[in-house]
């Protein structure tokens, strides 16, 4: 190939050279490998999950998720689902709606314990 320079780019399109690594034996830096087109899509996957550790809730790195505080306090039902809304009440675009459904479920919680004390 002599001391021509093979583009990791086409100069015309801008487009990637997706035979720049097979004939360089280098990997083209703009061109992913395998494995870079996994981990993107494993975090574009992470982004839109919505059952297992979601975003909205804190996701599973991090040790403030609402469901690990909700377990590690001992909440309940009611109070565990006021602290879920509230921990997700800027993160879905509803903030009244969740901070209402909070509410909701504190005054339920209200409720039960000024029945317990009226037995």
Partial sequence: MGDKEIPTHDPYTGEVNPH?????GNKNPDFPTQEDIIEFNRKEYRKKEMVDHPDHYGG???PYEAIKV??????????GNAVKYISRA???GKRLEDLKKASWYINREIKIIKNERKN
Avoid: A, C, R, S
């Fill in 70 to 79: 909700i377990e590690e306090w001992e909440l309940g039902f009611n109070l």
């Fill in 20 to 24: 720049y690594e097979e004939l360089t």
């Fill in 90 to 92: 800027d993160k879905k």
């Fill in 60 to 62: 599973e790195d991090n």
